[in-house]
């Protein structure tokens, strides 16, 4: 179990830019959550996937943003034309369905500064 | 919808003094609740969850937390607390049933611990 890996860490792009994140998740878990943290707020769920289908994308924050999970196990986060409000955390989380209580366990988070 | 208030952001106390930072909630169906720890640039560590049972749940670290139903609270507890538990503390509610939006955990915004020497 290596834990929940995302990269980059850091981005530092310019306003209108595309930006790619990649998330892996711990093997074998079949959930897989996107979740943005601002400077002094919790994390806001963002979407989320069971394997390869995404359950859940209306919370995503605008129609720049999107996520794949195209064979079940990484997944990516893209947000296109990039804006100065996207500057933000990007956390992945991961879980087994099925696993007691809905616990879920966080990566280490992709900060983005648009610039 | 659930929601999660976290009534202190920030909480100043003294090396080896007890803690507790409070968290309320609101669903209207049972919810998961769990406490999470946040060092500065990192993601964010499980501290304790409470499902069922024993209302009294320990985590790591030495910290404790009590489910209270009827005043929907959580509140995270640590009798002795040190320098190394500076972080920024989230309390989370999940529902049981997992469908839509509503699998992910929903935030509180979080409560900056200070431990002062």
């Not at chain 2, 507790?20 to 609101?26: F, I, P």
């Not at chain 2, 969850?49 to 209302?55: A, C, F, I, Q």
């Not at chain 2, 500076?86 to 611990?113: I, M, N, Q, R």
Request: aromatic letters at 12%.
């Amino acid at each position: 179990d290596t834990g929940v890996s995302q990269n980059p860490r850091h981005k530092i792009t310019k306003r209108g830019q595309n930006v790619t994140f990649r998330c892996d998740p711990i093997s074998e878990h079949n959930r897989l959550y996107w979740y943005r943290q601002t400077l002094g707020q919790g994390p806001e769920f963002l979407t989320y996937f069971q394997n390869e289908a995404q359950l859940e994308k209306s919370r995503l924050l605008s129609d720049r943003f999107s996520a794949e999970r195209p064979k079940g196990s990484f997944s990516t986060l893209e947000i296109q034309r990039t804006e100065q409000g996207d500057s933000a955390m990007y956390l992945c989380a991961s879980r087994m369905e099925g696993s007691s209580g809905n616990t879920i366990y966080f990566g280490e988070g992709s900060w983005l500064t648009v610039v | 919808a659930q929601s999660v208030t976290q009534l202190d952001s920030q909480v100043p106390v003294f090396e080896e003094a007890p803690v507790e930072l409070r968290c309320n909630y609101s669903s209207s169906v049972s919810v998961y609740l769990f406490w999470y720890v946040q060092y500065p640039n990192q993601g964010l560590q499980l501290l304790l969850k409470y499902l069922s049972g024993s209302t009294l749940v320990k985590g790591i670290n030495g910290f404790e937390a009590e489910f209270n139903k009827s005043q929907t609270s959580f509140h995270l507890r640590k009798p002795s607390v040190h320098i190394s538990d500076t972080a920024e503390y989230f309390c989370a509610v999940s529902v049981p049933y997992s469908g839509g939006g509503a699998d992910g955990l929903t935030f509180g915004k979080g409560t900056h611990l200070i431990i002062q020497p």
